[in-house]
């Protein structure tokens, strides 16, 4: 009889599990994310060792330019480039201040142990995140929608009470697995209850659009390129962007907000960001290409994360002062010091009548 009570308690708690996350539900739809999310860079010195010296001016930041929630771990975090035990630093410095700011806190946990990846989601839990994230493993990658849905399945499990979203980066990632196929195939097997989403790093708006319209929005999308949200945005699904500039240009969080209006002109200005944006993007490919710039550009902007993990390539100086120089033209709010000051124009004097200075 007792083991029965206790079959039943098991199952009745699996079964409040995926209720929480069900289709349709107001607690479903209270895990969605909306709007501006931060893909936050990892602070180091100049050592590359972890260094949250400039944390707090970050997270005021965000909170200042009305960007309520940041992800930590992700890409634009170098995640692969530290150890598990440093991304847990990272996730407890977050957590200490995301309160005072206001600020939602978001992890990144994908590598290539499931399992770890999984730990490393209950480690999040129980410092009061609010989601998970999670890439799939980049060596014995997974082909087919069943089989990366058998992997995220165990890396969701880790942490069962939050909502999970994956990580979608195949150009980062080589896993070509179709996104449409791999919705619909969690969905129909249910074994990722708490997959609320994908965050998008994609251009393919058809099919971003088309996971997004599913079962009546069930799934929370958001876009991971900072160059197309506007176009994201006209879809009527991105409900959120995951986004590297929104750390570092000012301008930049106002698209969301101009578009959503709807107001004719609003979105005009948004178009016109838009197109700032890509400048930007187009600056930094054109002067400094092969190099991630990203970091460089937010320490521009007064905040210094320090430098990038090897095997990436850090820009030196000279570099950096041109493409700060050219980012400045654009608009973006870059510190003097990292601004090549012009030469003031020397007057033209007619030194045939040198005698007219004379006193």
């Not at 080589?174 to 097997?189: G, H």
Request: glycine fraction near 8%.
């Amino acid at each position: 009889m007792f083991k029965k009570l206790a079959l039943a308690s098991v199952v009745a708690l699996a079964a409040a599990k995926v209720d929480k996350f069900a289709e349709g539900t107001p607690e479903r739809e209270s895990h969605k994310i909306y709007g501006h999310v931060s893909a936050a860079f990892t602070p180091v010195d100049k050592d590359g060792e972890l260094d949250f010296t400039n944390l707090e001016k970050m997270a005021a930041r965000l909170q200042e330019w009305g960007v309520p929630n940041v992800m930590v771990g992700g890409t634009t975090g170098e995640s692969v480039s530290f150890s598990t035990e440093e991304r847990i630093r990272v996730i407890e410095a977050w957590a200490g201040v995301v309160d005072k700011y206001g600020l939602n806190l978001y992890v990144h946990v994908g590598m290539n142990s499931v399992q770890e990846a999984a730990k490393l989601a209950a480690t999040s839990a129980k410092h009061g995140a609010k989601g998970i994230f999670a890439m799939p493993p980049e060596y014995f990658r997974p082909s087919t929608p069943d089989q990366l849905v058998d992997a995220m399945a165990v890396v969701a499990a880790g942490a069962p009470d939050l909502p999970f979203w994956y990580y979608h980066f195949p150009v980062m990632t080589n896993v070509n697995v179709d996104m449409w196929d791999f919705v619909q195939a969690a969905d129909k097997s249910g074994k990722i209850p708490n997959l609320m989403g994908v965050k998008y790093t994609d251009e393919h708006l058809m099919q971003f659009n088309e996971i997004g319209g599913f079962k009546n929005k069930k799934y929370n999308m958001m876009i991971g390129r900072d160059e197309i949200l506007t176009a994201a945005l006209a879809g009527g699904v991105a409900d959120a962007d995951v986004g590297s500039t929104v750390n570092f240009i000012s301008y930049n969080v106002e698209i969301r907000p101009l578009f959503d209006s709807l107001d004719k002109t609003d979105i005009l200005k948004a178009e016109a960001l838009q197109r700032k944006t890509v400048d930007v993007i187009n600056a930094w490919s054109s002067i400094c290409p092969g190099y991630n710039t990203q970091k460089s550009i937010m320490k521009m902007t007064g905040i210094d994360f320090g430098p990038l993990r090897a095997p990436q390539q850090n820009m030196p100086h000279a570099m950096e002062m041109q493409l700060g120089t050219a980012l400045a033209k654009i608009g973006v709010n870059i510190t003097d010091e990292w601004i090549i000051k012009e030469e003031p124009e020397v007057e033209h004097l007619d030194f045939e009548n040198a005698e007219q200075f004379l006193v």
